[in-house]
C-alpha cells in the first residue's frame, strides 16, 4: 500500500437540468471527506457557465486513508444521492509521473450497453511518449548543467567517486524536478503536448 500523497481526479458529466442540485450535491461531498483523517483538500470547477462537465481533485495523505474515505458508508450514500444526475464519470489516482501529463479531457463516446441503453465514456488523451520525454529532458537537462557548475568549485567534489556524485546531484535534483521544474515546463509546453 502506497504511503506517499495519492490524488484523485474526476471527471462528471452532469445533467445540466441539475446545475444547483449538482452543486449543492458535490459540496457535500468535499464535506463529508474533509472529516476524514488524511483529507488534505480538493477543489472542482466546470468547463464553464453552461457546461454540463465538471472536473474534481481531492487528495488524502496515503492509500490507506483514501481507502477508509472510499469505503466509507457516507460516501456511499452520498454517491447514490447523485445518481439521478451524474450522467457519466470517470476517476483515476495520480501519484507518480503520470499525474504531470494527464490534462482533464472533454472529449466522450457513447456507448451501447446490453439491455438497450446507452452509457457515456470519458476518452483519455495523453501526449505521445516522446513528447513526455522531451518535456522531462528540456527540464532536466538545464537544471542539471546548473548544478554541475555550481558544484563545481566545492573543495573535494571533484575527487569523490562517481557514483556518489551522481547520487547526491539525484537526490537534490529529483523533488525540484518533482514541485517546481517539470509543473513549469508542462505548463509551458501544454498548447504543444495536447496537439
Same mark, same amino acid.
Given at each position: 500500500?502506497?504511503? %506517499?500523497?495519492?490524488?484523485?481526479?474526476? =471527471?462528471?458529466?452532469?445533467? !445540466?437540468?441539475?446545475?444547483?442540485?449538482?452543486?449543492?450535491?458535490?459540496?457535500?461531498?468535499?464535506?463529508?471527506?474533509? =472529516?476524514?483523517?488524511?483529507?488534505?483538500?480538493?477543489? @472542482?470547477? $466546470?468547463?464553464? &457557465?453552461?457546461?454540463?462537465?465538471?472536473?474534481?481533485?481531492?487528495?488524502?495523505?496515503? &492509500? /490507506? *486513508?483514501?481507502?477508509?474515505? %472510499?469505503?466509507?458508508? &457516507?460516501?456511499?450514500?452520498? /454517491? *447514490?444521492?447523485?445518481?439521478?444526475?451524474? $450522467?457519466? %464519470?470517470?476517476?483515476?489516482? $495520480?501519484?507518480?509521473?503520470?499525474?504531470?501529463?494527464?490534462?482533464?479531457?472533454?472529449?466522450?463516446?457513447?456507448?451501447?450497453?446490453?439491455? +438497450? *441503453?446507452?452509457?457515456?465514456?470519458?476518452?483519455?488523451? #495523453?501526449? !505521445?511518449?516522446? /513528447?513526455?520525454?522531451? *518535456?522531462?529532458?528540456?527540464?532536466?537537462?538545464?537544471?542539471?548543467?546548473?548544478?554541475?557548475?555550481?558544484?563545481?568549485?566545492? !573543495? +573535494?567534489?571533484? %575527487?569523490?567517486?562517481? @557514483?556518489?556524485?551522481?547520487?547526491?546531484?539525484?537526490?537534490?535534483?529529483?523533488?525540484?524536478?518533482?514541485?517546481?521544474?517539470?509543473?513549469?515546463? #508542462?505548463?509551458?509546453?501544454? #498548447?504543444?503536448?495536447?496537439?
Amino acid at each position: 500500500m502506497s504511503s %506517499e500523497p495519492i490524488t484523485v481526479s474526476i =471527471r462528471r458529466e452532469v445533467d !445540466p437540468e441539475h446545475v444547483a442540485a449538482a452543486t449543492a450535491w458535490v459540496q457535500t461531498g468535499v464535506n463529508l471527506a474533509h =472529516r476524514y483523517p488524511g483529507f488534505l483538500g480538493s477543489g @472542482w470547477v $466546470r468547463d464553464g &457557465e453552461d457546461s454540463h462537465v465538471w472536473h474534481m481533485l481531492y487528495r488524502f495523505s496515503d &492509500e /490507506k *486513508s483514501l481507502i477508509a474515505w %472510499e469505503q466509507s458508508g &457516507e460516501r456511499e450514500w452520498w /454517491k *447514490s444521492t447523485g445518481d439521478q444526475f451524474v $450522467r457519466s %464519470e470517470r476517476v483515476r489516482r $495520480r501519484s507518480g509521473i503520470e499525474g504531470w501529463f494527464d490534462e482533464p479531457t472533454t472529449d466522450t463516446i457513447t456507448l451501447p450497453r446490453a439491455d +438497450g *441503453s446507452t452509457t457515456t465514456v470519458a476518452m483519455v488523451s #495523453t501526449p !505521445p511518449r516522446w /513528447k513526455q520525454a522531451v *518535456s522531462i529532458w528540456l527540464g532536466f537537462f538545464p537544471l542539471n548543467v546548473a548544478l554541475t557548475y555550481a558544484l563545481s568549485p566545492v !573543495p +573535494g567534489w571533484n %575527487e569523490l567517486p562517481i @557514483w556518489l556524485r551522481v547520487l547526491a546531484t539525484t537526490v537534490v535534483l529529483t523533488p525540484i524536478m518533482t514541485y517546481w521544474v517539470l509543473p513549469f515546463v #508542462t505548463r509551458s509546453l501544454r #498548447t504543444w503536448l495536447n496537439r
